[in-house]
């Protein structure tokens, strides 16, 4: 089952996703999936990132191939780095209509 987050008329939603259909569900993700009866188009909707955290922690040069692939000595600890939340985006384009 792949869950999607939009937003439909003004309002962060959450759906099953099967094909160009989306079956609206009557809760978020974090409550009960249970399908809301109401179907809608991919072409009604506009996809948002799955998550919208408020912070990002990151760990740079934290494998090898990726030092390896930077040609630099590995750090002695790791380095941390922060983002915003609101880094992460959606999708560009539909999957559907990509055929990705």
Same mark, same amino acid.
Do not use: W
């Given at each position: 089952?792949?869950? +999607?987050?939009? *937003?439909?008329?003004? !309002? =962060?939603?959450? /759906?099953?996703?099967? /094909? @160009?259909?989306? @079956? *609206?569900?009557?809760?978020?993700?974090?409550?009960?999936?249970?399908?809301?009866?109401?179907?809608?188009?991919?072409?009604?909707?506009?996809? *948002?990132?799955?998550?919208?955290?408020?912070?990002?922690? +990151?760990?740079?040069?934290?494998?090898?191939? @990726? =030092?390896?692939?930077?040609?630099?000595?590995?750090?002695?600890? *790791?380095?941390?780095?922060? !983002?915003? /939340?609101? #880094?992460?985006?959606?999708?560009? #384009?539909?999957?559907?209509?990509? /055929?990705?």
């Amino acid at each position: 089952m792949l869950i +999607g987050r939009f *937003l439909y008329k003004n !309002k =962060v939603c959450f /759906g099953s996703i099967e /094909g @160009h259909d989306i @079956h *609206l569900l009557r809760e978020n993700i974090f409550s009960t999936i249970e399908p809301s009866g109401e179907r809608l188009s991919l072409a009604d909707i506009a996809l *948002l990132p799955p998550v919208q955290p408020p912070l990002i922690i +990151g760990l740079g040069r934290n494998y090898t191939s @990726h =030092v390896e692939e930077m040609a630099v000595e590995p750090p002695d600890r *790791l380095a941390v780095f922060f !983002k915003p /939340g609101r #880094s992460i985006i959606g999708r560009l #384009s539909n999957p559907v209509q990509t /055929g990705r």
